[in-house]
């Protein structure tokens, strides 16, 4: 089992920054990459848009929405990973999630943090 903890989240002005961070423990040599996940107002968790990954190696994937603004990095040795969040727009309003993809044996894997409340307003 691997548990996961959010912080960091806040309300800003547009243009505004903010930094998200999600710990992880337990099981943590499972996990292969962990993920921020973004669930706008009004969208069910089905509709989750995947807003950046990272795998264990630090390879990175954005979605085209928050390319060139946000940026994901991890502390192996903590198994902590934060995103970084510049230029924040209110479109980037919504809860987001931590998840941990972790594969043990031929078994995939999904663990969610709580989530953490971003809003974006003037």
């Known amino acids: 089992q691997v548990q996961l903890v959010e912080s960091g989240g806040g309300s800003v002005q547009p243009g505004g920054s903010l930094t998200l961070s999600c710990a992880a423990s337990?099981?943590?040599?499972?996990?292969?990459?962990m993920d921020w996940y973004r669930q706008a107002p009004g969208k069910s968790r089905e509709e989750r848009e995947l807003?950046?990954?990272?795998?264990?190696?630090?390879?990175?994937t954005y979605g085209d929405s928050v390319k060139g603004r946000f940026t994901i990095s991890r502390d192996n040795d903590k198994m902590t990973v934060h995103l970084q969040m510049l230029n924040l727009q209110p479109e980037d309003t919504g809860v987001y999630y931590c998840?941990?993809?972790?594969?043990?044996?031929?078994?995939?894997?999904?663990?969610w943090g709580q989530g953490t409340q971003v809003t974006v307003s003037s």
């Open positions: 807003v950046a990954a990272i795998t264990r190696s630090g390879t990175t």
């Open positions: 337990g099981t943590t040599d499972t996990i292969y990459a």
């Open positions: 998840n941990a993809d972790a594969r043990v044996g031929l078994t995939d894997y999904d663990f």
